[in-house]
């Protein structure tokens, strides 16, 4: 009985043998102390959430490294904006020293007519394809040049146009106003009709939305024709609405130097942290056309110097100097934002060296103690079997012999 009873001790300690050497084994190989749950359970726990929390950070982290060049980019664009308004300003105050004659100051107006050219190619600055100062309309330029007639395609001889066509349910047609800056929107309901869209664009003219002598006709052609009396003016239209059909403008009614801005007012944010959400752009109506109008200030500064009045340009260039100053102030949100990007960079990459660090206490192993372990485990391994092989053999013969 005592020599049967040697047997499942021999097996016992073999398993035990095994089990140590595999567990040595995968531990070296992994580098990880905890493979399994059942390795250590409140360390697994632990990690489940210290493992969310390396995710949200590499999340932060990934928003991070997308934003920070996109509102760099935009900054570069604004400091170009003001080197061209500064540099508007010396050339009005040349245009308005009394000492300039008529065709210098045609010449001063040209040179005027680039700046605003290159400020608004800077606000329509693209990143990786998004239109930075167009809110949330970043598939296209926010600022277009301007026309003072817009006509649909959809009116022809065949199936003209009436007061009375009903407008498409849910269609949307916008009137953005170079003078204003402002946009009108106007979404169909059922039981709309073109003279309702006519009402709605009086209406807009009576709230200052669009420039006063703005309106909508129908034209000898059976087309609808949204345009101004007053050629300094310039609008932008667009609509999806498929009664009135495609608004194109009419040929040779583009308004020099005038700019409307399609884009909307959107400020868009994107998480960069648990508690923190970062701006990512200055929409383009806010920082071109609202307060001091930047745009508006150099098209006056412009007709002031074709003009060639002395007081006009006066007036015209301290107009471009506040709108500097506007945009001086403007600025500075969007150098608050960089700042506080480059601030929660720093973090989130000293965050992430914290959570690896502390992941690796959970259930990293060393890797000197792992090795000895293993090679300790070999050892106690071969031993065991080695016993082994001499006790079970004897073991059973004499158990067969009994």
């Given at each position: 009985m005592r020599?049967t009873?040697m047997l499942p001790?021999v097996q016992y300690?073999?398993q035990?043998?095994q089990?140590?050497?595999?567990t040595a084994?995968e531990?070296?190989?992994t580098?990880?102390r905890v493979?399994q749950l059942?390795d250590?359970?409140a360390a697994?726990a632990?990690m489940?959430?210290?493992?969310?929390?390396?995710?949200s950070?590499?999340?932060?982290t990934s928003?991070?490294?997308?934003?920070?060049?996109q509102?760099?980019?935009a900054d570069s664009?604004?400091?170009?904006?003001?080197?061209?308004l500064?540099?508007?300003i010396?050339?009005?105050?040349?245009?308005?020293?009394?000492s300039?004659n008529?065709q210098?100051?045609?010449?001063?107006?040209?040179?005027v007519?680039?700046i605003?050219?290159?400020?608004i190619?800077?606000a329509?600055t693209s990143?990786q394809?998004v239109?930075?100062?167009?809110?949330?309309?970043?598939s296209r330029?926010p600022?277009?040049?301007?026309s003072?007639?817009?006509t649909?395609?959809?009116?022809?001889?065949?199936?003209?146009?009436?007061?009375?066509t009903a407008?498409?349910?849910?269609s949307?047609t916008t009137i953005?106003d170079?003078?204003?800056g402002?946009?009108m929107?106007?979404?169909a309901?059922?039981?709309?009709?073109v003279?309702t869209l006519q009402t709605a664009?009086?209406?807009?003219?009576?709230?200052g939305?669009?420039?006063?002598?703005?309106?909508?006709?129908?034209?000898?052609a059976g087309?609808l024709s949204i345009?101004?009396n007053?050629s300094?003016?310039?609008?932008v239209?667009?609509?999806?609405d498929?009664?009135?059909g495609?608004?194109?403008?009419a040929?040779g009614?583009?308004v020099?130097?005038?700019?409307?801005?399609?884009?909307?007012s959107?400020?868009n944010?994107?998480?960069?942290?648990d508690s923190?959400s970062?701006?990512?752009n200055?929409p383009?109506?806010?920082?071109?056309?609202?307060?001091a109008n930047?745009?508006?200030?150099?098209?006056n500064?412009?007709?002031?110097?074709q003009?060639g009045?002395?007081t006009?340009?006066g007036?015209a260039?301290t107009a471009?100097?506040?709108?500097?100053?506007?945009v001086?102030?403007?600025r500075?949100t969007l150098?608050?934002?960089i700042?506080?990007?480059?601030?929660?960079?720093s973090?989130?990459?000293?965050e992430?060296?914290?959570l690896?660090t502390?992941?690796?206490?959970l259930?990293g192993?060393?890797?000197?103690d792992?090795a000895t372990?293993?090679?300790q485990?070999q050892?106690?391994?071969?031993?065991?079997?080695?016993a082994?092989a001499?006790?079970m053999?004897q073991?059973?013969?004499q158990?067969?012999q009994?």
């Amino acid at each position: 009985m005592r020599i049967t009873n040697m047997l499942p001790d021999v097996q016992y300690q073999m398993q035990q043998s095994q089990q140590a050497l595999a567990t040595a084994t995968e531990q070296v190989s992994t580098g990880l102390r905890v493979n399994q749950l059942s390795d250590d359970p409140a360390a697994s726990a632990n990690m489940v959430v210290s493992l969310a929390s390396s995710a949200s950070v590499d999340q932060y982290t990934s928003n991070v490294s997308y934003l920070l060049p996109q509102l760099q980019t935009a900054d570069s664009a604004i400091s170009s904006v003001i080197t061209s308004l500064n540099s508007a300003i010396t050339q009005g105050t040349e245009g308005a020293n009394g000492s300039e004659n008529t065709q210098d100051k045609q010449s001063i107006a040209t040179q005027v007519e680039s700046i605003l050219s290159s400020v608004i190619s800077q606000a329509n600055t693209s990143y990786q394809g998004v239109h930075i100062f167009g809110g949330s309309e970043t598939s296209r330029p926010p600022f277009v040049a301007a026309s003072t007639t817009y006509t649909s395609a959809q009116g022809s001889a065949v199936s003209p146009l009436a007061t009375t066509t009903a407008l498409t349910a849910g269609s949307t047609t916008t009137i953005s106003d170079a003078t204003t800056g402002e946009t009108m929107t106007f979404k169909a309901s059922a039981g709309d009709t073109v003279a309702t869209l006519q009402t709605a664009i009086a209406s807009a003219v009576s709230a200052g939305t669009l420039s006063a002598g703005t309106s909508a006709t129908i034209n000898a052609a059976g087309q609808l024709s949204i345009g101004t009396n007053n050629s300094s003016n310039g609008i932008v239209v667009s609509s999806d609405d498929a009664a009135l059909g495609t608004m194109t403008a009419a040929s040779g009614t583009a308004v020099a130097n005038a700019y409307a801005y399609v884009g909307n007012s959107s400020v868009n944010s994107v998480q960069v942290g648990d508690s923190m959400s970062v701006a990512t752009n200055l929409p383009g109506n806010q920082l071109f056309t609202s307060g001091a109008n930047v745009i508006g200030s150099l098209s006056n500064l412009i007709t002031a110097l074709q003009s060639g009045n002395t007081t006009q340009i006066g007036t015209a260039t301290t107009a471009v100097n506040t709108a500097l100053n506007y945009v001086s102030q403007q600025r500075v949100t969007l150098d608050n934002s960089i700042s506080k990007l480059d601030s929660q960079e720093s973090y989130l990459s000293q965050e992430k060296v914290t959570l690896t660090t502390q992941q690796t206490a959970l259930v990293g192993v060393n890797l000197a103690d792992a090795a000895t372990n293993l090679s300790q485990a070999q050892l106690d391994n071969s031993a065991v079997l080695a016993a082994a092989a001499k006790v079970m053999p004897q073991t059973l013969l004499q158990y067969l012999q009994g």
